[in-house]
């Protein structure tokens, strides 16, 4: 069955970095869109990052530039760089599978990972 296991989450400083992954197994790694979302206490959860099996990202304009997301085909392996963390930063961080509808930062997703918690002050 599919499974999506994050990792890398952590508390950190503001302005400092963490590299969260994402292990896929169970379906075909390199022909799914993948993504990133982040759910803060209260509030709704949001795409941060994309990137389609041809590489092609998107970013929300909130980490444009500090964020990078990347995917290593080979291993199965999801990564999101972050740098210049902030505060506003702070959120469960999940790992999204198989866009199925809509657009890659806010469309639905068939698999998804239990989340790994980041904590910037």
């Known amino acids: 069955h599919v499974q999506l296991v994050e990792s890398g989450g952590g508390s950190v400083q503001v302005g400092g970095s963490l590299r969260l992954s994402c292990v896929g197994s169970?379906?075909?790694?390199?022909?799914?869109?993948m993504a990133w979302f982040r759910q803060a206490p209260g509030k709704e959860r949001e795409g941060v990052a994309s990137?389609?099996?041809?590489?092609?990202?998107n970013y929300d304009s909130s980490v444009k530039g500090r964020f990078t997301i990347s995917r290593d085909n080979a291993k199965n392996i999801l990564y999101l760089e972050m740098n210049s963390l902030k505060s506003e930063d702070t959120a469960m961080y999940y790992c999204?599978?198989?866009?199925?509808?809509?657009?890659?930062?806010?469309?639905?997703?068939?698999?998804w990972g239990q989340g790994t918690q980041v904590t910037v002050s």
């Open positions: 990137i389609n099996h041809d590489g092609t990202s």
């Open positions: 999204a599978a198989e866009l199925v509808f809509g657009h890659p930062l806010r469309g639905t997703y068939n698999y």
């Open positions: 169970g379906f075909t790694f390199s022909t799914y869109c």
